[in-house]
Each structure stands twice: as C-alpha cells, then as structure tokens.
C-alpha cells in the first residue's frame, strides 16, 4: 500500500555542477525537494520505487549507475545503497540520475529501493495499472516521482511559448495540491506531449499508486524557471 509519495522535477540543471553560474537559482527548488524526500522518509516504508521519464522502459535495480559526464560535468551517482546489481549498460535516464542525486544529497535512500523508466508514448490506463502493481508489492510502498510539466511556457522556453502550457501546469498544480488522484488521471495525454511534459506517464503512475490510500497532497514549490514547469509535492 502506498504510505507517501514525492513528485520532484527532473532537470539536470538541478545538480549544482551542472548548472554552474546558474546554480542559485533553483536552490529553492533543491530546497523543496529535500523536503518532500524528508516526508518518504517520515514515513517509513519497506520499498522505495523511484519513477521517471526515460527514453525506454524499464526497470533499474538498487545499485544501477548514472553519469552527468554528458552535460560536461565528471560526477557519477548511483541509486541507493547497494552493490551494483545492474549490467554496466544499464545507464540510468537522466531522469533517475536526479532522483539518484537527491536521495544521495538528502540521505533519504535507507528503504530498499528499486527504479523504473518510463518512455512515451504510454498511454493513461497503463500508467495507472503500473501504479496498482507497485502499490500492492508491499506492505509499507513510497514512491519517488521524476517528472516536469510542460517545456513551453515562454519564447525562450526549450519548446517554444504555447498559450496552453501556464493552464496545463496549474492543472497539474492543483492535482498535486490536493491530491486529487482523478485529475492527474484524466490529464490529456496527447496535449502533454505537445507541451512536453515530461512528468505525465510518471504522475498517472502516482495516480494508480494511490487508490484508496486516502493520502493528503501539499505542494511545496510551482514555478518555470527556463520557461518549464518544475512543480514539487508531497502526499502523506
């Protein structure tokens, strides 16, 4: 059953050796999701399931591997504790190698914890079937969700300004908020893609996870610096 649950964004940008000059400016955001990864702590769980978006399905053992050497930087990380357990070709999708820095960071990672990428398209009713299955593999389950709304909210936005990406996000906002499992469920999937929001497939899966948990939503930071929506929150 799911006990609590952390949606987080996913930018590179958020690891300060990555963002470098630019590091100052999403310290509120680090400083959001360290709060939301201290409620998975607070709860306790007996497994740990981080969830983002990847370019292929697929599951990543406790001890899978990551690299931010392709955004210029030298720094490794590793998901979790334990020993490596995944081929070396199983590279984490940057989307968990920022969850893997996060829990690193926080020291949050003390569940057995296990990673799972999920690449588009995927369609809702998947996503939320995905989220009943990891629910129901434990007793105590926390979920750890990678995702960033849309990708079009200014000019200089990485997809261009679109008049829908400020209504897309504050939907989602709102879903996050209270969590309001049916929200998330019903979002659009295809004008999620149009608006390049990576975090969709990931927050149904959070949908589908959460049936009849009965869990209360707090969101703790929403803005689009870079013209993207980053939106942090915790459900307990």
């Given at each position: 059953?799911?006990?609590?649950?952390?949606?987080?964004?996913?930018?590179?940008?958020?690891?300060?050796?990555?963002?470098?000059?630019?590091?100052?400016?999403?310290?509120?955001?680090?400083?959001?999701?360290?709060?939301?990864?201290?409620?998975?702590?607070?709860?306790?769980?007996?497994?740990?399931?981080?969830?983002?978006?990847?370019?292929?399905?697929?599951?990543?053992?406790?001890?899978?591997?990551?690299?931010?050497?392709?955004?210029?930087?030298?720094?490794?990380?590793?998901?979790?504790?334990?020993?490596?357990?995944?081929?070396?070709e199983?590279?984490?999708?940057?989307?968990?190698?920022?969850a893997?820095?996060?829990?690193?960071?926080?020291?949050?990672?003390?569940?057995?914890?296990?990673?799972?990428?999920?690449?588009?398209?995927?369609?809702?009713?998947?996503?939320i079937?995905?989220?009943?299955?990891?629910?129901?593999?434990?007793?105590?389950?926390?979920?750890?969700?990678?995702?960033?709304?849309?990708?079009?909210?200014?000019?200089?936005?990485?997809?261009?300004?679109?008049d829908?990406a400020?209504?897309?996000?504050?939907?989602?906002?709102?879903?996050?908020?209270?969590?309001?499992?049916?929200?998330?469920?019903?979002?659009?999937?295809?004008?999620?893609?149009?608006?390049?929001?990576?975090?969709?497939?990931?927050?149904?899966?959070?949908?589908?996870?959460?049936?009849?948990?009965?869990?209360?939503?707090?969101?703790?930071?929403?803005?689009?610096?870079?013209?993207?929506?980053?939106?942090?929150?915790?459900?307990?």
């Open positions: 059953m799911l006990v609590a649950a952390a949606v987080c964004p996913c930018p590179p940008l958020l690891v300060p050796e990555v963002a470098a000059g630019a590091a100052p400016e999403l310290a509120a955001a680090r400083d959001a999701c360290a709060d939301a990864l201290g409620v998975l702590a607070a709860a306790r769980p007996d497994r740990l399931v981080v969830v983002g978006a990847a370019e292929h399905d697929g599951p990543y053992p406790e001890g899978s591997r990551g690299s931010f050497r392709g955004f210029g930087v030298d720094l490794d990380v590793r998901l979790g504790r334990g020993g490596d357990t995944a081929s070396p199983a590279r984490l999708p940057a989307s968990l190698a920022v893997a820095w996060l829990l690193e960071r926080t020291g949050r990672a003390d569940a057995p914890l296990e990673g799972l990428g999920v690449a588009e398209p995927i369609a809702a009713e998947r996503c079937h995905i989220g009943r299955d990891i629910a129901g593999s434990a007793e105590r389950v926390a979920l750890l969700v990678m995702g960033d709304a849309s990708a079009c909210r200014t000019l200089k936005a990485p997809g261009y300004l679109d829908r400020a209504g897309f996000d504050a939907r989602v906002a709102r879903a996050l908020a209270d969590a309001d499992i049916a929200a998330l469920k019903a979002l659009d999937t295809q004008l999620a893609r149009e608006l390049k929001a990576s975090g969709r497939a990931p927050w149904q899966i959070l949908a589908g996870a959460a049936e009849d948990a009965g869990l209360a939503g707090s969101l703790l930071y929403d803005d689009a610096p870079y013209g993207v929506g980053y939106l942090v929150a915790a459900w307990s």
